[in-house]
């Protein structure tokens, strides 16, 4: 068997070079991070229910007509995706005030926002990914104005649809963190979804308890990381099969 060409390793997925030219096949590992990478364990099965929650909403966000860069999942662990140029920007969508603007701002977690809310933040790990405004991101390069206006809509069409996915389901869509890259075709370039959308990189609460189904159970200290995650693959139908297979391997503790 060929070992396939790593091109990128990050803290919770490998990219790895695709089947054809423009394809690339994007590995969901059981690692977890947080603080920048300073705090780390592995959580055993994250990676599969990740794969598979990402995978549902990617589809349903395709299906009401978001470009994403998603092209199927292939297997456990890994989907195939379109090689974009990623924007280094981190796009956060807030609908409840929780984590860095309830400290930054003295905010009570819980609190309901006026409104929701966009945030820009710098990809740059070694500068702690700043909060930036849309200065410095068309100032820098970062990305063009018309660019910002069509990450903007984009964001803000997937906190409706997910918002209500998630209520549908008696998760509240507190706030998520989402990728854009650009995509070329011909001489044509577009913005579409990249990365991941995952109980990673969202905060997602149970309606009537708060009781939380994300990652903060990792950064807080509360355990039950995996059970959280099951429960959102569950309450959105997918998954059903998962349970032994995460089971079946024995827990990894730090
Ligand atoms: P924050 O409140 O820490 O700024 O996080 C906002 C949202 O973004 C939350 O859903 C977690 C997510 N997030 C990531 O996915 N990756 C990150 O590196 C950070 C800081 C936040």
């Not at 991070?33 to 395709?62: D, F, P, S, W």
Request: glycine residues 8%; aromatic residues 8%; neutral net charge.
């Amino acid at each position: 068997m060929s070992r396939r060409r790593k091109v990128y390793e990050g803290k919770a997925k490998i990219l790895y070079e695709g089947p054809e030219p423009g394809t690339l096949i994007q590995y969901f590992k059981d690692d977890a991070t947080a603080n920048n990478g300073k705090k780390h364990t592995t959580i055993v099965g994250k990676g599969i229910l990740n794969n598979r929650i990402c995978e549902h909403i990617m589809v349903q966000l395709a299906s009401i007509g978001v470009p994403t860069h998603f092209i199927r999942r292939l297997n456990m662990r890994e989907q195939l995706i379109r090689a974009v140029e990623i924007i280094p920007l981190e796009v956060v969508v807030r609908n409840v005030a929780a984590g860095s603007i309830a400290t930054r701002l003295g905010i009570e977690e819980g609190t309901s926002l006026p409104r929701s809310i966009i945030e820009f933040y710098y990809k740059n790990d070694a500068l702690n990914d700043p909060l930036v405004t849309e200065e410095h991101v068309t100032a820098f390069g970062w990305a063009s104005p018309h660019e910002i206006d069509d990450i903007m809509a984009i964001a803000l069409r997937i906190n409706d649809f997910m918002s209500g996915l998630f209520a549908g389901v008696g998760i509240k869509l507190v706030d998520f963190k989402i990728e854009f890259g650009r995509m070329y075709e011909n001489d044509m370039m577009r913005i579409v979804l990249a990365d991941e959308i995952s109980p990673d990189s969202c905060r997602l609460w149970d309606m009537t308890t708060s009781e939380k189904l994300d990652k903060d159970r990792f950064r807080r200290d509360m355990g039950g990381v995996s059970e959280a995650y099951q429960e959102v693959a569950r309450r959105l139908g997918i998954a059903p099969d998962l349970e032994s297979r995460i089971h079946v391997v024995p827990k990894v503790v730090n």
